[in-house]
Every structure is written in C-alpha cells, then in structure tokens.
C-alpha cells in the first residue's frame, strides 16, 4: 500500500459565535473530506509535545512521528537544510532575520518585507565583512537567512523577533544559559551591533529610506541548534522505498530533507490562497506513482487564520477540499496498489487568537477495504468520537503507515 498525507497548515479552528457556535471545519462546505471519514477511520492527535511551543515544524515533526524532545533542535537547522547548507558536527545554525530598528525599539522583525533579492546584497555583504572560519552568512529567503557559527553552543536565551514588535531590542540580545556558553553569546552580541555599523549607510538602505521603505538595519539572529538527529523516514518504515515532500514552507522542506524525503517544487506554490492546487495535485499523483509515500502540505488556511478573515480561512478549507482531497481521491480509489490518505491540520490556527494553539487536531485515515466508525463528517467535534481516541507521539504515523 502506498501512503499520502495531506496537511491543511492551522485549518482547525474555535466554534465562532458569527458561525452559530460551529467551528470553520464544521461550517464549510467540505463533501470529500467528509465522505472520507464516513468511510474511514478518525481520531485526534497531539502534534505538540508538553514543553513545546505551537510552531509549525514542531507539529509537522509530530505529525511524522518525530520525538521532539530526542530531535528538536530549532528552527536554525531545518532552515539550514531547507536552502541547502549541510551542517558539520560542531556546527551551530540560528535563523537570522534581517530587522528593523528605529532607535532604541525592533520596528518590524522584516525589515518591512525586504525582498530575497535585497537581502541577498546585503547578506553577502555582511559575509564579506563580517564573516570568518567560524562565521557564515547565507541567504535565505526575503527577511529569513541563516547564521552559522562553527563550535557554537546551544545553550542560548534568544528572542524571536516577531515576539517583541515596537519593544527595546537592548535587553533582548542573545545571552548565555550557562557559562560555558557565554563566548558564543558575546560574539553574538558583537555581531550583531557590527551588522548595526556596517547596514547603517549601505546604499541598498540609504535607497529603501529614500523610497519611504524600513531600512534592514540589525542582523537578529534566534533559535540556535545542531544538525537534529532524524532517523530516516524510510529506516523507520521500510516499506516506503522512497518518499517525496510538496511544499511552499521552508521549514517542511527542512524536516523533509533530514527525513530523507525527496523535495518536489511546483511552480506557482505560493503558500497563500493563490497557491497552484491543481499543480500540487498534478505532482503528488505524480510521486504517489513512483514513491511510496508523499507529504502534501498546503499551508494557505494557517494564513488566513493568521490574518483573522473567517471567510478567507473557510474559502481556504474548501479549496483544499474541492481541489486537493477530492481530486486525489478520485484519482486514486481505483489504482491497483491501493493508496491510503490521511487528512489533517498540524496544529489549529482559531481565527480568534491569529496565532497557532496547542489544542489536539481531527485526523482521517481512509483506505479501500478499511472499516469505518460511526463518524460522519471531519471536523474537532466529530472527531472526538473516532474510533481512534486521542493519539500521541508516533501513534498516528504507526497507525497510519501499517495500514
Ligand atoms: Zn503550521
């Protein structure tokens, strides 16, 4: 049998008083996803461990089955294998925004949405400049790059910029949990008042300012770790021979490359309500005919719950309804090697909060011959009563894969 997960980033949600008390999965308009739990198997799944925050990359690494506290080291490494860069042991990678400060305060954490192209001037700069044997500088994409200090530790209380908008970024710079940790925090802090002296008055920010933009005028650099420890995805299940990841998002591209899963880029996947279902379908049928599992991540519902529009995340929730699950679906019921999906959100995204929760997700598991529950349609509420129960850790992956 082969495998597809298709992963609606943050589509769970709150029962909303403008829905009647319904949850935005319970409101939309939703016939494949609901057909697939009549005739399949749900549950709920805790995506984010004790401990951890709501990130997306901790949830998806649940959803995998990942043990967060064994493989979790940041966001620094998946982004570091996301744009390619192979960590050495003894390599410590931290996401490095590009930010705005304005005096005393951390304006915006993006440098007023720098593009990938302005940056990249401004990263190699900052290479040229401030990079060493032990210091480097890549570029990632618009405000999100990576830093990479060789025989760095860990050990660090950093700030994520996005956290402290209009707050004093003094107090907030990088500091040592313990002592032997206190070299990298210094050269950290050095760092990142160096990038201070030196974006001051390049012609790339005097330019930006001219034209009414925020300068990108402070490195900051947060969530520090090593390479993660992450078994394969084929070692762990060995009947998937190779496995394939589709997404916009560059920490899912990061787990998936340390889980060994082959990367997919499909043009026009934007990560937003604009994203290219139909080639993101058209790809994943593509992989589910020579690999055996496939990741499918669809990020546009988080975004929209981030922004708080109830119609925008319900038009997202029945895009991927109309346009990703029932098409695969129907491409695939048929096929002579059966095909199981898997339907669920990696963490809820409630349009109230327009930030990630760390409430369990509803999940479906479909496959020809399986035999349902009594559940009817997929959303929280009725997913409670999945003959799955409440899952944890590697239960819903174990569960799923030896089906
Ligand atoms: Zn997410």
């Given at each position: 049998m082969k495998h597809i997960i298709i992963l609606g980033d943050g589509m769970a949600d709150h029962p909303l008083p403008q829905l009647g008390g319904r949850t935005l999965l319970q409101a939309a308009h939703t016939p494949w996803m609901d057909l697939l739990a009549r005739q399949g198997r749900n549950g709920r799944l805790v995506t984010v461990a004790p401990g951890?925050?709501?990130g997306s990359e901790v949830a998806n690494m649940s959803v995998l089955g990942y043990d967060l506290p064994t493989v979790y080291e940041g966001r620094g490494p998946l982004e570091a294998a996301s744009i390619g860069v192979d960590l050495a042991p003894g390599d410590m990678a931290m996401r490095c925004n590009l930010v705005c400060l304005e005096g005393d305060l951390l304006?915006?954490?993006s440098a007023g949405h720098i593009t990938t192209e302005e940056a990249d001037t401004l990263i190699r700069f900052l290479q040229e400049r401030l990079g060493d044997e032990r210091v480097h500088f890549y570029t990632g994409v618009q405000y999100r790059h990576l830093l990479v200090i060789r025989g760095?530790?860990?050990?660090l209380d950093c700030t994520p910029p996005h956290d402290v908008?209009?707050?004093?970024?003094r107090p907030l710079l990088p500091k040592a949990e313990c002592p032997e940790a206190q070299q990298t925090a210094d050269l950290l802090d050095t760092l990142i008042l160096r990038s201070q002296d030196l974006l001051r008055d390049h012609p790339l920010n005097k330019q930006r300012i001219a034209q009414g933009k925020d300068p990108a005028n402070s490195i900051w650099p947060w969530s520090p770790g090593y390479r993660p420890q992450m078994e394969p995805f084929s070692a762990r299940f060995?009947?998937?021979r190779s496995g394939a990841v589709i997404t916009a998002v560059d920490l899912i591209r990061g787990i998936g490359r340390y889980a060994g899963l082959r990367r997919i880029d499909v043009p026009g996947?934007?990560?937003?309500?604009?994203?290219n279902y139909e080639g993101k379908v058209r790809a994943a049928l593509d992989a589910l005919r020579t690999d055996d599992f496939v990741y499918l991540h669809i990020e546009a519902s988080d975004e929209a719950g981030h922004e708080g529009d109830i119609a925008l995340k319900r038009q997202t929730i029945e895009d991927l309804d109309s346009r990703v699950v029932g098409p695969i679906y129907e491409a695939v019921k048929?096929?002579?090697?059966p095909v199981a999906i898997a339907v669920l959100p990696d963490h809820p995204t409630p349009c109230e909060v327009r930030t990630h929760t760390a409430e369990p997700v509803p999940f479906l598991v479909w496959h020809p011959g399986i035999e349902p529950d009594a559940v009817q349609t997929f959303d929280e509420v009725a997913a409670?009563?999945?003959?799955?129960g409440l899952l944890k850790e590697d239960q819903f992956i174990n569960t799923f894969m030896n089906a």
């Open positions: 951890f925050h709501p304006k915006n954490h760095g530790d860990k050990r908008p209009l707050q004093p970024w060995p009947q998937v996947a934007t990560g937003l309500y604009d994203t048929d096929w002579p090697e409670c009563e999945g003959s799955y």
